[in-house]
């Protein structure tokens, strides 16, 4: 008798989790291509059409610049999903990294702003980077002039990839995170004082130093939950964010100026395989006009005159440079397309187009075919967003 109660039990939990599966909606931002196309405002506005959603990061980390603007609010996201301002929570996947430092003080930029933070839950086996991974991203980027944001995310990744890895997990248990950190340390050693000049390795140890000082405080200080990918069954509605672009990816990008990660959708459709959701729908994202930040190439297509642009977020910093500014190039949005549908085939697509109040007469070349809807946005508030034609100016 007790084995069929059994059975039956598993087939209804069985059922039950087909049923909740079934219920489930995706959508996936996705950058079309070197950065900075809008993948912010996008989530944002997909949070305020979708209520309840959850904001699941998965790709990137801490280096992204998302900035929003909601209610008069202006806030540029970095380790927070951006529908946080909507009051969505966040989830931070397996495939992200973050730096508990910079988690905890935009925790604070948001309190300040808004008066409340969105609950935040973390994948058990999120990168986590530590001072050391920042400190080798710095010294070297003096040395190779990459273009990395200087953040710690490539030396993180790479990291991971052998035995000395450090995850979200591991921020739950202080004497073992502890322990992990020595052995971090002593596997940057061999890295830094091998490979670099005195001077580097002098540098290396200060911001080291540097970054050890708001270490601790910023580990006890974090409120976040740990939950594997079944904690989203709770949510209808799942807005996936992304982070950089499809021209960045480390399998499509011109090496090497690519990022040590998958910028298509590819984390976000393997999340959705995984929980059994089958309703997809793709938000693929672009600026009237193509930009980079950053060392590496860009077409020949014509630097882009633009105005009402003074408020440009990622404009410059000591370790990537001017933001760089050209026109579309739509062979090289065709090729980002067809390089992000090997994962997103059959999936509803959608085309934004953000910043048209810096391209005024703005027209989009004949790309319509394959998408669904063509959005515009005209300012990072979600609420100039329109349903737009060709040509753009026909609102």
Same mark, same amino acid.
């Given at each position: ?20 599966? =079934? ?5 996936? %931002?996705?950058?079309? /291509?070197?950065?900075?196309? +809008?993948? $912010?405002? !996008? ?92 400190? =080798? ?5 003096? %040395?190779?002039?990459? /273009?990395?944001?200087?953040? +710690?995310? $490539?030396? !993180? ?103 040590? /990660? ?134």
């Amino acid at each position: 008798m007790f084995p069929l109660l059994l059975q039956v039990a598993m087939m209804y939990l069985a059922c039950l989790s087909l049923f909740k599966s =079934l219920k489930m909606k995706a959508k996936i %931002v996705v950058g079309l /291509g070197f950065g900075d196309e +809008g993948k $912010g405002i !996008t989530t944002d506005y997909l949070v305020s059409r979708n209520p309840s959603s959850i904001v699941v990061r998965y790709c990137g980390g801490h280096q992204a610049g998302h900035t929003v603007v909601k209610d008069g609010i202006r806030h540029v996201f970095a380790s927070y999903g951006s529908g946080s301002l909507a009051k969505a929570p966040t989830y931070i996947s397996e495939h992200c990294c973050l730096y508990p430092v910079y988690l905890v003080r935009e925790e604070g930029i948001l309190r300040h702003k808004v008066g409340h933070i969105p609950h935040i839950t973390i994948h058990p086996l999120a990168k986590v980077t530590t001072p050391f991974d920042i400190a =080798l991203n710095r010294v070297r980027e003096k %040395v190779t002039n990459h /273009g990395s944001v200087g953040v +710690g995310i $490539g030396t !993180t990744m790479q990291r991971n990839l052998g035995p000395h890895k450090l995850h979200a997990i591991d921020l739950k248990h202080p004497a073992l995170l502890k322990e992990k950190l020595k052995s971090i340390e002593r596997y940057y050693a061999q890295d830094v004082y091998y490979t670099f000049n005195s001077k580097a390795a002098r540098e290396f140890k200060e911001i080291v130093d540097f970054e050890f000082r708001f270490w601790d405080d910023s580990i006890a200080a974090m409120d976040f939950q740990v939950a594997s990918y079944n904690y989203l069954s709770e949510f209808s509605n799942i807005i996936f964010e992304g982070a950089q672009g499809i021209l960045l990816d480390m399998d499509f990008g011109v090496f090497p100026h690519v990022t040590f /990660g998958h910028t298509t959708s590819r984390n976000a459709i393997s999340i959705c395989k995984e929980l059994g959701i089958s309703e997809v729908e793709m938000y693929y994202v672009t600026r009237c006009y193509l930009t980079r930040h950053g060392n590496g190439w860009m077409p020949e297509t014509g630097d882009a005159e633009l105005i009402n642009n003074q408020d440009e977020t990622n404009i410059d910093n000591e370790w990537q440079g001017q933001l760089r500014a050209r026109e579309l190039d739509y062979e090289l949005i065709r090729y980002a397309l067809k390089a992000d549908w090997t994962y997103s085939y059959g999936s509803e697509k959608h085309l934004v187009v953000t910043c048209l109040d810096q391209r005024p007469g703005f027209e989009l070349q004949d790309i319509r075919k394959p998408f669904k809807t063509i959005l515009g946005s005209y300012s990072p508030d979600s609420k100039d967003f329109k349903t737009i034609h060709s040509p753009l100016t026909q609102v």
